[in-house]
């Protein structure tokens, strides 16, 4: 059976930096694009970040850009969002998720997906 696990998350200052991972298990990884969401208290689920299985797609929700960075590594079958300078706009529950859309702007049926149970990122100002 295919599991997607998140690592715990954290409560974290503004300014701070926290790294997620988020390891697959069940099956082959590192043919499988991966990705984050994240979803806070009264908002939508949103994309965050993903990347292709090779790695050579790399895209990011703006509000992240040049903060966040997406990676991986097919022989630990994790990847990893590393998450800098974060704001309470930042403090959401972070999903991992694997086959995700590799642009925030397509369409995708969230039960078509493989989603971990979520991980608490808590910001404190």
């Known amino acids: 059976q295919v599991q997607v696990a998140e690592s715990r998350g954290g409560l974290v200052q503004a300014g701070g930096s926290l790294r997620l991972s988020c390891e697959v298990s069940g099956r082959t990884f590192n043919r499988d694009d991966m990705g984050w969401y994240r979803q806070a208290p009264g908002k939508k689920r949103e994309f965050v970040a993903a990347?292709?299985?090779?790695?050579?797609?790399?895209n990011y929700h703006g509000n992240v850009k040049g903060r966040f960075t997406i990676s991986r590594d097919n022989a630990k079958n994790r990847v990893y969002l590393q998450i800098n300078n974060l704001t309470p706009e930042d403090a959401a529950i972070y999903y991992c998720?694997?086959?995700?859309?590799?642009?925030?702007?397509?369409?995708?049926?969230?039960?078509?997906?493989?989603w971990g149970r979520g991980t608490t990122v808590t910001v404190s100002s």
């Open positions: 998720v694997e086959d995700p859309p590799l642009t925030p702007d397509r369409a995708y049926n969230p039960s078509d997906k493989l």
């Open positions: 990347m292709s299985w090779s790695g050579s797609i790399i």
